[in-house]
């Protein structure tokens, strides 16, 4: 889940990357777009999609002179993958729990 050093959680902890993120969940989009959605300037949305893409969170296409930025499905399955352990982690418990208590009925 660590692409060149940048966690991916880390890089969505900041509520403008996160928000950068849900944007492109939607759909592909390039810079311009994505700026226009949001409160901060274009040179702003290119340095939170390049801690996106150093994260492994979103990649890059050239389309002529544009580049669209779209999720990556890796980066977002590694996220996904580290919180199931602990998802699974809980339903364990839970399914533990339960059992002791009919034990103890």
Known sequence: MVTNG??????LGDP???AIFEHL??????????????????PAVSQH????KEAGLVVEQAVGTRHIYS?????????????D?????ALAAF??????QKEVS
């Open 6 to 11: 940048i966690n991916g959680l880390t890089a």
């Open 16 to 18: 403008t990357r996160r």
């Open 25 to 42: 969940a939607e759909r592909p989009q390039a810079v311009g777009e994505l700026a226009s959605q949001l409160p901060v300037t274009r």
């Open 49 to 52: 999609l390049k801690v996106l």
């Open 71 to 83: 999720v990556n499905p890796e980066g977002l399955g590694a996220i996904r993958t580290y919180l």
């Open 85 to 89: 352990q602990f998802w699974n982690r």
């Open 95 to 100: 399914k533990t729990a339960v059992e002791q």
